[in-house]
């Protein structure tokens, strides 16, 4: 980590507009000096591990000073750019006439001369111990790190990309035991403990098995609750309401949102009372939290857990019947097979094995270190996919592990499966280590997204240019690069709401850990979670991450000293009160990252952070209660993303005219735009904003744009004026535009007329809302994947126009507006999600060979629907039908005795969801078996 440190500096001294300033202010060759030793010192960081060398703890040591030192001198120039911009900043124009401005001006040029004179000072020292440190590092031994071939040992590349989809290892027998057991009739019900190490692939069986669960069609209600190591009862029991209700296709009520644990708990009873239910509770480690866990008595339910402890469920769950299922390492023969398949992957080695025996004997030797561990061994394998069969690599692998176990057994900090791990990590260039601890800084508990986690990563630094790339892209790569050593996994979703950041990133509770105790160690952040006996914040790390629930107390933050070197701040939580945030926010001048999110109270942004001049991400999502912006936001020059989702700011000052860095705006769905000529050429995502036909005419000229999400009110020529826009942007990837016509006024709307409307190119999601007519588009579009129509009337022309388009994956259209609907032969080749709103419609067709990848089909309002179509019977992939509020003629010909049953009996799981009329729900429920159909009332259920 002293190594990424000493990089992201050395890289902050080349910055172009730091060179300026220093060349400006003739101290440029005493910046450049500790610029090369540093660079020079860097090249003897990757060998202090020692790995096996004499005088190990001493080399740790001079590293970690140079760690010290290195942040020392970035604290050093982010201060000398705070203080000369400052003064920049406030110094008036100069004026010969007035007093006032003479002498402003003088008293400046006194400040720049005193900030001149320390910073000369404060350099001269740091070089001092730079130089004593290059002087030192001969009596540890530690030479420069080289390769015999003249190159670096780890390679940007693509890795090898196994993580997605891997098929599970040595569990296959058992999934099929567990599935049986729970699909069969039984006079008890079952409490099944899959329990093992850590890593040994708990989860990863319990998963398979919930998937069998989901898609078998026999059980209608269960849900997968993430306990993660949480004693918090409340979470655990909303969780698993809300995945209970997300099972029907329903949402949970909103009251239960704040209600206690009690309240919870009797709601949870009521609603599974005499039903069927199967619910996962994933890596549990209190046994209490589950003596706490009152779900009724069904004979043929179940109760599945997976967690470390045998006995965690010892005294809960009575009446049920205790499973136990235990998850083992693998044996020698299929850890190693499991080893070369990703460590050998085509087309190097096809079949999989060994290269030669030098490389099977050290490479045994790996395997034989990773315990059987299913984690830890294709951590391993993606480590040493990246070295090929030169001998020298693997030897210096095998020796790193044998250091790592003594120091595991001289410190017991290590565990001996995380040798592997953090043997991982450490191997890793210096450009992912940063984006590693990112990413694990985060908690389990907390959902982040790649697009997110990618904004903050280069407001921190992390993302170095290269090549021209943009700076997403080329940190997309660094994540994808993680994924594929299987450091995290990137788990992609498809969405049709173009709003959402879709992918998600996850990661393995083991490695978590290594990243934690490394987190801890490099001093990288300090984090305050919920459930923490500890929640005092220190203030000693440059990052600061806090999530705390408003029921768990109050933590109020004050402004202390420690603040200063403060880079990223997180707070996320309605349990923290902030006094004094003007304060606060001027004793945090070197901030890269705020993010204030659910704080309360708070209703408008102090002045102060305009003096954040370092500020690269600004977030405050979250707190609806936030109505201002100061127009000191206009100091920002730096600031890259500004997130105003969930607030109720609704309009920007004129300031932002002057962000010419800002890559990333969003609003909350109604934000008005000043009026002003976009100017920041790096803007890619504009989200949320009603625009006027001025400023629709100037989105041209955000030719870097790749998402856009607008709203506008002002008719015809503004329409115009956004489709002649739209047509010249080269990379728009997502595209979102609502018309907000007022509704009381008869015929106000208009009829979207595509003549002189060619989306681009590359356009991926497309969402319309508010127009009264839609009609086809003049362009094809190939890479569309998502396509959300919302409030347009859509006829049999317009939907035919989309049916060959290649890429499309999710569908929604409401409402459609015509009685026939057909999906013609061979259409929608890849979809997989369909959503229809058809009030109107009487008779629905699918032909031969169309929607052959569909999973997910939902026909909404369908009324007047008096059959399902035959092509149904030939959607082999097809795992849900929901109709909503179908007509009794309907619910009649697919229930059991019903002509149309043999049209979806293939179908895992049918949904009837209907109203709260209690004639409707009797109506129905004799006509539903526990077979194959399922009843929902949106109200009840």
């Known amino acids: 980590m002293a190594g990424a440190i000493v990089d992201f500096v050395v890289g902050k001294l080349k910055e172009q507009a730091f060179q300026e300033v220093i060349f400006q202010w ?337 490479g045994e030797a790996l395997v034989k270190r990773c315990s059987g561990l299913p984690v830890a061994i294709l951590a391993m394998a993606g480590l040493m996919s990246t070295k090929g069969d030169y001998l020298k690599n693997w030897k210096e692998a095998v020796e790193s592990l044998e250091y790592y176990s003594a120091e595991s057994e001289e410190s017991g900090s290590l565990k001996c499966v995380n040798r592997a791990l953090l043997l991982s990590y450490n191997e890793l260039p210096t450009h992912l280590k940063s984006c590693f601890l990112y990413c694990a800084m985060f908690p389990k508990t907390k959902s982040i997204h790649v697009k997110e986690l990618i904004r903050m990563c280069i407001a921190e630094g992390f993302i170095a240019e290269h090549g021209g790339r943009a700076l997403e892209v080329i940190a997309k790569d660094y994540l994808l690069q993680l994924n594929n050593r299987s450091l995290i996994q990137i788990v992609p979703t498809e969405s049709i709401y173009v709003r959402r950041d879709d992918d998600e990133i996850k990661m393995h509770d083991l490695f978590r850990d290594v990243a934690g105790e490394v987190i801890r160690r490099e001093m990288f952040s300090e984090i305050k979670l919920s459930g923490m006996h500890n929640t005092k914040v220190e203030w000693n790390q440059r990052r600061s991450l806090i999530i705390l629930k408003e029921r768990e107390g109050k933590v109020t933050l004050e402004k202390v000293p420690q603040m200063k070197k403060l880079r990223t701040l997180i707070i996320d939580g309605g349990g923290i009160i902030v006094n004094s945030l003007p304060q606060m926010l001027q004793n945090m001048k070197l901030l890269r990252v705020l993010a204030l999110g659910w704080l309360p109270g708070v209703e408008e942004l102090p002045n102060e952070v305009g003096d954040l001049i370092h500020l690269r991400y600004l977030s405050l999502n979250g707190n609806y209660k936030m109505r201002h912006l100061p127009d000191s936001l206009g100091r920002l020059h730096n600031l890259q993303t500004l997130d105003l989702r969930r607030t109720s700011v609704s309009s920007l000052p004129k300031c932002v005219s002057q962000l010419m860095q800002l890559r990333h705006l969003f609003g909350h769905y109604n934000l008005q735009l000043p009026d002003i000529v976009f100017t920041s050429s790096q803007l890619q995502t504009l989200s949320g904003m009603v625009i006027n036909t001025i400023q629709a005419r100037e989105l041209v000229n955000l030719t870097q744009l790749t998402e856009l999400d607008i709203i506008f009110t002002e008719g015809e020529e503004c329409w115009r004026a956004i489709c002649d826009s739209v047509n010249k942007m080269t990379n728009l990837c997502s595209l979102l535009i609502r018309y907000k016509y007022n509704r009381f006024i008869k015929g106000d709307g208009m009829v979207w007329e595509f003549g002189n409307f060619s989306p681009p190119l590359y356009l991926e999601k497309l969402a319309l809302f508010y127009f009264q007519k839609l009609v086809k588009f003049t362009s094809t579009l190939s890479y569309l994947r998502s396509i959300y129509i919302e409030q347009c009337d859509v006829d049999g022309d317009f939907f035919n126009s989309l049916e060959k388009l290649p890429s499309l994956v999710c569908l929604y259209i409401h409402s459609y507006s015509e009685e026939q609907l057909l999906c013609s032969d061979g259409s929608f080749p890849k979809l997989k999600k369909l959503e229809i709103k058809c009030e109107k419609l009487t008779n629905w067709e699918i032909g031969k060979g169309a929607l052959k990848c569909v999973e997910s089909v939902s026909m909404i309002s369908c009324t007047r629907l008096e059959m399902v179509p035959e092509g149904l019977r030939e959607l082999e992939y097809l795992k849900e039908l929901h109709l909503f509020h179908p007509s009794q003629q309907l619910a009649q010909r697919i229930c059991v005795k019903g002509s149309d049953r043999w049209k979806i009996r293939h179908i895992p799981r049918v949904a009837i969801h209907h109203d709260n009329s209690k004639a409707v729900w009797s109506q129905f429920k004799t006509m539903i078996d526990d077979g194959v159909l399922q009843l929902i009332n949106k109200v009840q259920v």
């Open 26 to 362: 003739k101290i440029k060759d005493e910046v450049d000096k500790i610029s090369a030793r540093l660079a020079n010192m860097k090249g003897y960081i990757e060998d202090s591990s020692g790995k096996g060398k004499q005088d190990t703890k001493v080399a740790e040591s001079w590293v970690t000073q140079l760690r010290d030192t290195t942040l020392e001198v970035e604290d050093l120039v982010e201060e000398f750019m705070l203080d000369s911009k400052l003064v920049e900043l406030n110094t008036p124009p100069f004026n010969f006439c007035e007093v006032k401005s003479l002498f402003a001006n003088v008293q400046s040029l006194v400040e720049r001369v005193k900030i001149q004179f320390c910073f000369h000072q404060q350099l001269k020292a740091m070089d001092e111990k730079l130089l004593a440190l290059e002087t030192e590092k001969s009596k540890y031994g530690i030479k420069l790190k080289t390769n015999d071939e003249g190159r670096n040992e780890l390679l940007m590349g693509s890795g090898s990309g196994y993580m997605v989809g891997i098929d599970a290892v040595g569990i296959k027998d058992q999934v099929e035991d567990i599935a049986q057991l729970i699909q069969k009739r039984r006079e008890q019900m079952l409490v099944i403990t899959v329990w093992g190490a850590g890593g040994c692939g708990k989860t990863t069986l319990a998963k398979q098995v919930y998937e069998r669960v989901k898609n078998g069609g026999n059980i209608k209600y269960f849900c997968w609750v993430d306990v993660n190591h949480s004693s918090d009862i409340e979470f655990v029991l909303r969780a698993t309401i809300n995945g209970l209700y997300t099972s029907v296709g329903t949402k949970m009520p909103s009251e239960l949102e704040k209600a206690d644990s009690k309240s919870l708990e009797h709601h949870i009873r009521d609603y599974l009372m005499e039903k069927r239910y199967v619910v996962f509770f994933d890596d549990v480690w209190d046994n209490e939290l589950l003596s706490q866990i009152n779900l009724p008595v069904h004979k043929e339910s179940a109760i599945i857990i997976t967690s470390r402890d045998k006995d965690i469920a010892k005294g809960s769950f009575i009446p049920a019947t205790p499973q136990f299922v235990e998850v083992k390492p693998l044996d020698s023969n299929i850890a190693c097979d499991l080893f070369c398949k990703y460590a050998f992957p085509p087309p190097a080695k096809p079949e999989g094995n060994w290269p030669n025996e030098e490389v099977k004997k050290w």
